[in-house]
């Protein structure tokens, strides 16, 4: 059963349909997901829809998450979240999208994989999307270590700042809940 309208605009719908079947493709054959994962092998995500490359879904999908279309950007980011190219963007915005969607469990680990393709130089906003999610799943210290953790990474870049503010404001209703 579907029970997502189908998005207005016929591409976006038809982007959206083809990628949802290939995610149930994928649903139905556990084992070779998880010895893609086992493997640290890129999950086969299935074939790009004919005409898109990857940054242009990433812009689709994006878009749609501004709209407040998290339903229908999901199956876009999710597909680019199990694309060979790694990019950070992708698994951070699956996660969003899991999160807004309330799957925090799922989101969290959409923004683990997000921290972990940044490499040797992770960036904050994973790790405070990780621990809204934590604490959305009532895993209150373990959300305080990751907002302490963004808060950490944060102060070594000005740009950050405003995302620092945030954890640390979020870290001490956290504490003051106990």
Do not use: W
Request: aromatic share 6%.
């Amino acid at each position: 059963m579907n029970f997502l309208q189908p998005h207005p605009d016929p591409q976006i719908a038809g982007i959206v349909s083809e990628l949802t079947a290939q995610l149930r493709r994928l649903s139905e054959h556990p084992n070779e997901l998880l010895a893609a994962l086992q493997a640290n092998q890129p999950l086969p995500a299935g074939d790009l829809p004919e005409g898109k490359n990857p940054d242009e879904l990433y812009q689709i999908a994006a878009r749609l998450c501004d709209e407040g279309e998290f339903a229908h950007a999901l199956p876009i980011a999710l597909h680019l979240a199990g694309r060979s190219e790694r990019d950070t963007r992708y698994a951070f915005l699956a996660g969003s999208c899991l999160q807004r969607l309330d799957h925090p469990h799922a989101a969290l680990g959409m923004f683990g994989l997000s921290t972990f393709n940044e490499g040797e130089s992770p960036t904050p906003g994973p790790l405070l999307r990780a621990g809204e999610c934590l604490a959305a799943m009532g895993l209150k210290d373990r959300a305080i270590e990751a907002f302490e953790a963004a808060v950490e990474i944060a102060r070594f870049d000005s740009e950050y700042a405003q995302l620092q503010d945030i954890a640390l404001e979020k870290a001490a209703l956290l504490r003051s809940a106990h």
